[in-house]
């Protein structure tokens, strides 16, 4: 079956793997040490961030280490982004109807406001 970095990402538990593994490369015990569900689950989670592409198990002896490869991370930066401007602009108009209305609020004489409790 074929994965994207998006369902990597989806599940907390790959997310925290990830991190783990983000400033140095683990082996696959030590990284299940870190969690309070089995081994296999673990497995499954690795072998998910594998087959997305963001985890790369290497050989080191009887030890297989878990090292990070986050340059496939960059799609989920590149989708997050598209949206990025449309926000900017929205919350930059909201700012400025804000400012136009607290500017018009500000000119009223203190009989024409609105009473505030």
């Known amino acids: 079956m074929r994965r994207d970095v998006f369902q990597a990402i989806a599940d ?6 990830i991190g783990l593994i983000a400033h140095q490369s683990l082996n696959l015990n030590t ?12 497995s499954k989670h690795i ?34 982004e598209q949206y990025r401007s449309f926000w900017n602009n929205k919350l ?3 700012g400025d109807f804000l400012d136009k209305e ?8 203190p009989k024409d406001k609105p009473n505030e409790k």
């Open 47 to 80: 072998k998910i961030l594998t087959q997305c592409g963001l985890l790369t198990i290497r050989q080191k002896g009887r030890d297989r280490y878990c090292e990070a490869n986050f340059k496939k991370l960059s799609e989920v930066s590149d989708w997050v």
């Open 12 to 17: 907390p538990t790959r997310r925290e793997i």
């Open 102 to 109: 607290n500017a018009e609020n500000n000119k009223m004489s």
């Open 31 to 42: 990284v299940a040490d870190n969690f309070d569900i089995s081994r296999p689950a673990i």
């Open 92 to 94: 930059d108009a909201l």
